[in-house]
């Protein structure tokens, strides 16, 4: 006679069925979180990289549509390379553009939670833009990730500690060619 199997050997089989593929599905995702964790490593692809340095000229020398131009290819030929973020929020910063910087620097984020420079520079952006309360939770950030003496956590400290730049106006500066009149 054929041998049965016993109900102990039967209900063991079902438990290994029931969770062998939810076992291979969260090992594979296990892999693939850890390989994107790698790849911010990465150098930018050749064309990206000759961009980047275009841009960074263009920059330096206070062109910065040029810079973000240039920065905008380079994210279009390497998409992956999240340091181009940073630069286009430093570009935009220069432009006087801090809520384009602000959401590049959380684009930069969103791809490495980690990143000091993108926390450190969103910070300083929302302090430029007047949010100081916002940035004092961006230096709180950088104090619990890399501590009271690293370079990102002090320069945002001493930028939240100097206050948002004061704007002022005249009619002179809005409308430099125009002659300021008075009417009765």
Avoid: H
Wanted: aromatic share 4%; hydrophobic share 45%; charged share 20%.
């Amino acid at each position: 006679m054929a041998d049965t199997p016993s109900p102990e050997r039967t209900n063991l089989l079902e438990t290994i069925m029931r969770f062998v593929p939810a076992a291979a599905a969260l090992s594979l995702a296990l892999a693939v979180t850890s390989s994107v964790g790698w790849a911010g490593d990465r150098e930018p692809a050749p064309r990206a990289g000759m961009l980047i340095a275009e841009g960074q000229a263009a920059l330096d020398q206070g062109d910065t549509q040029g810079a973000i131009d240039a920065f905008e290819a380079a994210l279009a030929v390497d998409p992956g390379y999240a340091p181009i973020f940073l630069r286009l929020a430093e570009a935009a910063r220069a432009d006087q553009l801090q809520g384009k910087a602000i959401r590049y620097y959380r684009e930069a984020l969103t791809r490495d939670p980690r990143n000091l420079a993108a926390i450190a520079g969103e910070g300083e952006a929302l302090v430029e833009k007047g949010a100081v309360e916002k940035a004092k939770g961006n230096l709180a950030k950088l104090q619990s990730l890399c501590g009271a003496t690293c370079p990102e956590t002090q320069t945002l400290s001493a930028r939240i500690a100097a206050g948002p730049p004061t704007r002022i106006q005249t009619a002179e500066a809005v409308m430099p060619d125009a002659a300021v009149t008075q009417s009765n």
